[in-house]
Nanobody, 121 residues
């Protein structure tokens, strides 16, 4: 079993920064790939950033140059560093990860519970 728990959300002013964390626990050997999604009220969930273990990253055009995704497999944690925040970044942010378990079996498409990010103008 694998669990993902996000933290680090909260209230920020426009132009400010927040760092989200997504900690994986349970039968985790390593995080093989991870993604951050967000969902604003009345909108569909959208992919914000993605990373694989070879550190290949991809970002939504709306966050390029402002957000950075990273993995620390020593801590089984995925991070999303968010800078130059805008009010339109306000959403619930969700972590999604593919895990290689300690039994050497993949555990794909694991989701966290989400963390609220609110950016005031």
């Amino acid at each position: 079993q694998v669990q993902l728990v996000e933290s680090g959300g909260g209230l920020a002013q426009a132009g400010g920064s927040l760092r989200l964390s997504c900690a994986a626990s349970g039968s985790v050997f390593m995080i093989s790939a991870a993604r951050w999604y967000r969902q604003a009220p009345g909108k569909q969930r959208e992919l914000v950033a993605a990373i694989t273990t070879d550190t290949t990253t991809n970002y939504a055009d709306s966050v390029k140059g402002r957000f950075t995704v990273s993995i620390d497999n020593a801590k089984n944690t995925v991070y999303l560093e968010m800078n130059s925040l805008k009010p339109e970044d306000t959403a619930v942010y969700y972590c999604n990860a593919d895990i290689l378990t300690t039994s050497w079996r993949p555990s794909r498409d694991n989701w966290g519970q989400g963390t609220q990010v609110t950016v005031s103008s």
